[in-house]
């Protein structure tokens, strides 16, 4: 029984930081969006990188040679 309250935690431990590290970077202004896909269909996204107007980057995933880049200004 313990392991698996052990177990339960950990993984929402987990879950809270991976959901909240982006949506943090979310707030932020900006400048454009590049995502990548894994393949020429574009339907599964592989990962994406963010610049903000402030010069900061936000990166997951795995870049891929499909990508797709949306520019918003500052």
Not at 9 to 37: D, N, S
């Amino acid at each position: 029984m313990f392991k698996k309250v052990l177990t339960a935690a950990a993984l929402a431990a987990f879950c809270a930081v991976g959901i909240t590290a982006p949506v943090q970077a979310q707030g932020k202004k900006q400048e454009f969006r590049v995502v990548w896909y894994t393949d020429e269909s574009y339907t599964q996204i592989s990962g994406q990188s963010i610049r903000f107007c402030d010069g900061t980057f936000f990166k997951n995933g795995t870049p891929t040679l499909y990508e797709e880049e949306t520019y918003y200004g500052c």
